[in-house]
């Protein structure tokens, strides 16, 4: 972890050097090329959606098609129980499965970061009892408590952000803890405190641009986890009854008899999905990982 | 707060021992070792009682209203309601009555079942026992024989096909794959037969008891959740003992062994592998967290009459008492296998006894 500081702060012109060696190692490696590839289709696609589907596509009461027919030419992945085409729905549902995750994923950095760097600068009670908050919640099994929250605030996307968000910080707050206190051990901030930089001076400008690479490292990641907790809550029936997205589309699948019917086509297109969206942050996150930290690519 | 507390206890113990290393000091050391954890993990149940009791008891905005949706309820039925649960007295006295209430096993009674809670999860608590046993037991040895394999020769051909496999799986939403293994071996898809049943625990209108014939039944409604779980959940166990193998490649007794002139099978079997295995052990334990997230999705898929089900059922209304209750359930069971696996690393590792 200390390798990330080291290489941002060794070259001459210290950040932008970083940042270019960063995207030179970063395209030359193919796994990482590959998941930026993936995301950046799949966020095209999921806001040029509203361009070429129309919201009455979507309405169970306007569909026109068969019920639960298999893949034709009209509609290439097979209709839902109501009609709609699976192709439409699975396009569709890129957009709140995608919303759920980033947004989710921005609260837990911002708790998970600022609980962290509080807990690592500050040490004494206030900085311990932090930290064991958050040993507490990551000790705590996570689908319950997430479920917990989510019932208790009742079905949509927000309940299901809160939920997710309450549940994922604390491995953040620990990461980034470790980090601020490996930085805080260097040098330069003993030099910044010999020049009389107060706690705010220290922790924005001096501890924060070192541990903010870690910081993005984390975020791909943890999206990649938050789509996957969003998608398994929708599918235990804590989204918003009538939204169109992966986690309920396989809902409807199993409620709705298509499952025991065979319904292949309609089952496997989310779950597909939701795997490459995964795939595509994890191969992203992980290149990053190796770049900014060259132990780990002799653990592989 | 779990770990603020044993901090200072630590200190103070620390320098003691050091001076009097022997039998009477080690199990003192082991007593106060003992204590502290047990403080730790009543530290924590503590914080979860008050957690409960915030979600379940002070963020639902109206309890009264949500208890008598959809029934026609008069002003002094509602109140009466109020008082009954005790919702007109000061905050503190609600959690202290809960705190006692809970402690004596009454978890209160579930709005769609009408029964107590407590008795709802004495009778889902077997079948997923019985599903997480099995699938712990299938998962740790598939994951560590495969770890093994691919930690003492990594690189080779079975140890990528292997971790990828692993980590693909990994990555796939549980209730997803519950659901394809659903289409493929019970629907009968395409060549496959209906290999297995769709859901439950038996076939309904057999007779229970301990006859051959109703075990061979649960065996056969049990067979793909339990598939599901452990596809989902050896990759932890294959990862760790990969890790924890490689680990031990380099280190001098496996040279020494190897210059002894025993066969490479050997060096593997007696003296690498006994050293590997402390970690996958101890992780058994805190995997719980994971087995129960992952059992109430594959439950829910296969409806699996277990505490996961019934989470899933409380869900649907929502019966908050319910709902409550499996949470404590859940979150109590992973305090105390938390605990159980610090007191087992102390035992199997003596490293951490001296320490």
């Not at chain 1, 549902?93 to 837990?108: D, E, H, K, Q, Y």
């Not at chain 1, 065979?262 to 089952?267: L, N, P």
């Not at chain 2, 959940?233 to 990969?242: E, K, S, T």
Request: aromatic share 8%; charged share 10%; net charge positive.
């Amino acid at each position: 972890m200390t390798a990330v500081s080291t290489a941002a702060v060794a070259a001459a012109p210290p950040r932008l050097a970083a940042v270019r060696r960063f995207s030179r190692a970063f395209v030359a490696t193919p796994t990482a090329v590959a998941g930026l590839g993936i995301l950046a289709g799949i966020t095209v696609l999921a806001l040029a959606a509203p361009l070429f589907i129309h919201p009455s596509e979507l309405s169970v009461v306007n569909a026109t098609g068969p019920s639960l027919a298999p893949p034709s030419a009209r509609c290439p992945l097979g209709t839902d129980q109501s009609g709609r085409s699976v192709l439409t729905l699975l396009i569709w549902g890129t957009r709140p499965s995608l919303a759920i995750g980033v947004i989710a994923t921005a609260f837990t950095m911002l708790l998970g970061t600022a609980s962290g760097l509080a807990a690592g600068h500050y040490g004494g009670i206030a900085g311990r009892m932090l930290m064991a908050v958050t040993d507490w919640f990551i000790a705590l099994p996570a689908l319950p408590l997430a479920i917990s929250l989510a019932a208790v605030l009742g079905q949509g996307d927000t309940s299901i952000t809160i939920a997710i968000a309450v549940t994922s910080w604390p491995g953040t707050a620990r990461l980034i803890r470790a980090q601020t206190l490996a930085v805080e051990a260097r040098p330069f901030i003993e030099r910044a405190k010999a020049l009389g930089a107060g706690d705010r001076q220290l922790v924005f400008r001096q501890v924060l641009p070192n541990v903010a690479p870690l910081i993005l490292v984390s975020s791909t990641l943890t999206v990649a986890g938050a789509i996957l907790s969003a998608t398994t809550l929708t599918f235990l029936g804590l989204g918003n009854p009538t939204d169109v997205s992966w986690g309920s589309m396989i809902n409807q699948a199993l409620g709705d008899g298509a499952v025991t019917r065979g319904a292949w086509w309609y089952v496997l297109p989310p779950g597909i999905a939701i795997l490459i969206v995964v795939l595509g942050f994890t191969l992203v996150g992980r290149a990053a990982e190796n770049i900014l930290n060259p132990r780990m690519l002799r653990e592989l | 707060m779990a770990a603020a507390a044993p901090l200072p206890a630590r200190g103070r113990n620390a320098p003691e021992s050091a001076r009097s290393p022997g039998q009477d000091s080690g199990r003192r050391d082991f007593l106060h070792y003992l204590i502290r954890k047990l403080a730790a993990a009543v530290i924590s149940f503590t914080v979860l009682l008050v957690v409960g009791f915030i979600i379940f008891s002070l963020m639902p905005s109206d309890p009264v209203a949500a208890l008598t949706r959809g029934r026609p309820t008069s002003a002094r039925q509602m109140a009466f309601l109020v008082k009954q649960l005790g919702l007109n007295q000061p905050v503190w006295e609600r959690f202290g009555r809960f705190v006692a209430d809970t402690l004596q096993g009454q978890l209160g009674y579930s709005w769609q079942f009408q029964t107590s809670v407590a008795s709802l999860i004495a009778q889902r608590l077997w079948p997923t026992l019985l599903l997480m046993g099995s699938a712990t037991v299938v998962s740790v040895v598939l994951g560590i024989w495969l770890g093994i394999r691919s930690g003492w020769r990594p690189g080779s051909l079975i140890d990528r096909t292997s971790t990828g496999v692993a980590v693909t799986l990994w990555s796939v939403p549980t209730f997803w794959l519950g659901i394809i293994l659903l289409v493929l071996f019970s629907g009968g898809f395409g060549p496959i037969p209906p290999l297995f049943p769709a859901g439950g625990m038996s076939t309904p209108g057999t007779a229970g008891g301990l006859n051959p014939a109703h075990i061979l039944d649960v065996i056969r409604h049990l067979v793909l959740p339990c598939l599901t779980l452990v596809l989902v959940i050896f990759a932890q166990y294959q990862m760790i003992m990969r890790s924890s193998v490689i680990d031990e490649l380099g280190s001098p007794y496996l040279v020494t062994a190897r210059a002894k002139g025993l066969r490479d099978a050997e060096v593997r079997r007696r003296h690498a592998v006994p050293n590997a295995l402390l970690p996958s052990v101890t992780v058994i334990f805190l995997q719980v967290g994971t087995m129960i997230s992952g059992a109430i999705v594959v439950e829910t898929v296969y409806s699996w009459p277990g505490l996961g089900y019934l989470t899933y059922q409380a869900l649907q209304i929502p019966d908050l008492p319910l709902l409550e209750g499996t949470f404590i359930i859940f979150s109590a069971s992973v305090i105390v296998f938390n605990l159980l696996a610090d007191l087992l690393y102390r035992y199997l590792d003596p490293r951490v006894r001296r320490q």
